[in-house]
């Protein structure tokens, strides 16, 4: 069976080709246009699953679309209906557009593939999955598990915000579901919205400042109990009820009532361009801990009712990376499998499985690790195609091998440089996980600030990841599994940390941020954590190498790995992309397949100077 996957028209689009229930291609339309969560119809993605796969439109079986929309419509109006005189404004812009393209969703589908290529739309079958269920599927069809307990959590589908289900084989059971507006995912970003974030974008920034937050000041407590006592009431089974008096995406053009959260939390709505000040942490903080409450008794929720050994996650909040922690640290299932597309992409992915093991009933391919293949399911580059850029940019440039390639770019690691890797194929999702990566050295005290400031210009409180290899993970973190798509946070080892000071908490996020927490400062977060990516040998071998050449030299197998894009833009995609941002940052080293770039070495670029935008 071939099968392509459509996600679209929300944020995150992407396309996705599985045949025999392998996953051949996966990409996000973001990536080729170059903005940021973009959520148009993914042309060049569904291009680039064809050209990968060899297959035309006609040689498919079916394509399929990750959700409902006359089900979201039957939403809006019954939302508007039931809030009814609130929202004519929303209600005034958002129904001409449904009316005008989202209700013919058949004709726009089959409209937009024509423009890639001609095709039989007779012959062609177009399917539609619901959305929880896309993400159920792509979670546990790609897990490694044949029997497991699913748990998906977000902002809202076509009228699902959270479900727990239970798959077996080819199939999967949707047991319990929490409907909108009562949402985690909506009431997470609704504080991402207070502190001067953009909503579907900067939660993981809200995430990354709550270790800011200082646990026993008397405010982070009372910001908690405001939010418990006013905003959400919290169940024993982890479902939630939404207060809508405080609250305005129901039927606005806003996340919330403004002058009624200011009031309750007694101060004011954090505009973007204002700065971070320890109230702001607090709150972050106080959502955080109770995001992860009500996950966790979800979680346990799901364990008491499926009775599984195994979990799956998926949805947008599945990306949160210390709840998951703290998930596989609680030891309530014996293994866990987090989808790394989490979020709307991988909603065509699970798409794709839904045609395949429901439509056609096929039977499962269970792979012992899982069928990601290590999420690198996208671009690839020829020799000649890198070869054109350097040409047409005239770029100054060294052809290594191999082995040498590794050493010269691991001695300038460890002088301090900062390394642009570019390798293979693409990351799937929104995680760089070592093909597309900027790289330093975990040990360099100045590493942070000199990446967020210089390369990414981006807040200086963002924390890095490190990559580490596989069988030294232990070493380093109190971590007893892998963890190779970069979805949970760990502490590190007590051996590794330095002793804080008594009055740690209540230093600024300045001065905290400047602390030597431990012998590995450019990975270790304020809380002494830290996000961890494992590398396998197998799945990712010359970033293995690149580790173990470092090790060989350092006696630490890991570096510091962020994605390779600036502030605003999507991680790169392409040769051209990479060069491009090399060019309009202070990066020092590009490695592009088995071609260097050094820095001073680069003529006057006439590659156009970038405006960074806010993300």
């Not at 646990?215 to 908690?224: A, E, L, Q």
């Not at 955080?288 to 947008?316: D, F, M, P, R, S």
Request: charged content about 25%.
């Amino acid at each position: 069976m071939k099968i392509l996957g459509i996600s679209a028209f929300y944020h995150d689009s992407s396309a996705v080709i599985i045949v025999d229930g392998k996953i051949i291609a996966a990409s996000q339309e973001e990536r080729y246009t170059r903005k940021k969560h973009d959520a148009r119809f993914p042309t060049h993605a569904i291009q680039f699953c064809l050209e990968e796969s060899g297959l035309l439109l006609n040689d498919l079986d079916a394509i399929i679309f990750y959700d409902k929309p006359f089900l979201k419509f039957e939403r809006l109006l019954e939302t508007y209906y039931a809030f009814v005189p609130r929202g004519i404004r929303s209600f005034i812009k958002a129904i001409p557009v449904w009316l005008k393209e989202k209700i013919f969703i058949k004709k726009i589908i089959f409209d937009e593939l024509s423009k890639i290529e001609k095709f039989d739309r007779k012959k062609i079958k177009l399917l539609f999955s619901e959305h929880h269920l896309s993400h159920a599927a792509s979670s546990f069809f790609a897990s490694p598990f044949s029997d497991a307990a699913i748990l998906t959590i977000d902002g809202v589908g076509e009228w699902t915000t959270t479900s727990i289900a239970e798959g077996k084989n080819n199939e999967i059971k949707i047991l319990k579901e929490i409907h909108f507006p009562h949402s985690i995912g909506l009431l997470y970003s609704a504080f991402t919205y207070f502190l001067g974030f953009k909503v579907n974008s900067g939660e993981y920034k809200l995430m990354g400042l709550a270790p800011y937050g200082n646990p026993n000041d008397v405010n982070t407590k009372k910001y908690i109990e405001d939010i418990k006592n006013n905003f959400v009431t919290i169940y024993d089974d982890g479902s939630i009820w939404l207060n809508q008096k405080y609250f305005n995406y129901a039927t606005g053009l806003t996340m919330i009532q403004k002058n009624k959260w200011e009031k309750i939390l007694n101060i004011k709505k954090r505009e973007p361009s204002e700065k971070i000040e320890q109230h702001h942490c607090n709150i972050a903080l106080a959502i955080q801990k109770i995001a992860e409450e009500i996950i966790l008794k979800l979680v346990y929720h799901t364990k008491k009712i499926t009775q599984k050994k195994n979990l799956c996650l998926a949805g947008g909040v599945a990306l949160n990376c210390v709840a998951n922690g703290k998930i596989i640290q609680e030891n309530i299932f014996d293994n866990v499998f987090i989808q790394p597309a989490s979020g709307d992409a991988g909603g065509a992915l699970g798409a794709a499985f839904v045609a395949h093991h429901f439509y056609f009933n096929q039977e499962r391919k269970i792979n012992q690790n899982d069928l990601m293949q290590g999420a690198f399911l996208g671009n690839s580059y020829h020799d000649f195609e890198i070869q054109k850029m350097i040409k047409k940019h005239k770029a100054q440039v060294s052809y290594h091998e191999e082995k040498e390639l590794l050493d010269i770019v691991t001695n300038k690691i460890i002088e301090g440089k900062v390394i642009g890797w570019f390798q293979g194929k693409m990351e799937f999702g929104p995680r760089a996980l070592g093909a597309r990566s900027i790289l330093g050295d975990p040990r360099n005290e100045t590493m942070q600030e000199q990446i967020n400031l210089k390369i990414k210009y981006r807040e200086s409180f963002r924390p890095f990841a490190p990559i580490v290899l596989e069988e030294d993970a232990n070493l380093f973190f109190d971590i007893k599994n892998k963890s190779p798509y970069m979805l949970e946070v760990y502490p590190l080892k007590k051996e590794l940390l330095n002793d804080l000071p008594k009055n740690y908490q209540n230093l600024s996020i300045k001065e905290k941020l400047k602390y030597k927490r431990s012998t590995l400062p450019a990975i270790t977060h304020v809380d002494c954590s830290a996000r961890i990516q494992t590398v396998n040998k197998k799945i990712n071998p010359i970033f293995w190498k690149l580790l173990n050449t470092f090790k060989n030299k350092t006696g630490i197998g890991m570096l510091i790995n962020t994605s390779f894009n600036v502030r605003g833009e999507p991680i790169v995609c392409s040769p051209f992309d990479a060069y491009s941002c090399f060019m309009n940052t202070e990066m020092d080293v590009l490695v592009i397949e088995n071609y260097l770039f050094l820095k001073e070495e680069q003529r006057e670029s006439n590659i156009k100077k970038k405006e960074f935008q806010l993300d």
